[in-house]
Nanobody, 128 residues
Framework: QVQLVESGGGLVQAGGSLRLSCAAS????????MGWFRQAPGKEREFVAA????????TYADSVEGRFTISRKTANNTLYLQMNSLKPEDTAVYYC?????????????????????WGQGTQVTVSS
């Protein structure tokens, strides 16, 4: 069993920055590729970014490429999402998730049904 707990969300003005964290626990929690998704009110959950178990091969949605950075720190089993140059359209609940594999790329990273464990989400609100 894998437990994921997100933190770091909040209210920020457009152009500002936030860093989300996701603490992973469980016997095999760190063996998986990890990803971030988000869901805005009235919209479907969408892929944001993903990274392999080793911390290599980050993958991003086009909408966040160049503004967001995904990383992971093995020492404390934590996944991060650094979000810069935030826009009002980034407002959503952000979820971290553990992939069913230790590696993903491109399409296989972006499909929510490829993730077996999810956190409870953290709200990010960007004001204009």
């Amino acid at each position: 069993q894998v437990q994921l707990v997100e933190s770091g969300g909040g209210l920020v003005q457009a152009g500002g920055s936030l860093r989300l964290s996701c603490a992973a626990s469980g016997r095999t929690a760190w063996n998986y590729a990890m990803g971030w998704f988000r869901q805005a009110p009235g919209k479907e959950r969408e892929f944001v970014a993903a990274i392999s178990w080793s911390g290599s091969s980050p993958t991003y949605a086009d909408s966040v490429e160049g503004r967001f950075t995904i990383s992971r720190k093995t020492a404390n089993n934590t996944l991060y999402l650094q979000m810069n140059s935030l826009k009002p359209e980034d407002t959503a609940v952000y979820y971290c998730a553990a992939h069913i594999s230790n590696y993903c790329s491109g399409y296989t990273c972006s499909q929510a049904n490829r993730y077996g464990y999810w956190g409870q989400g953290t709200q990010v609100t960007v004001s204009s």
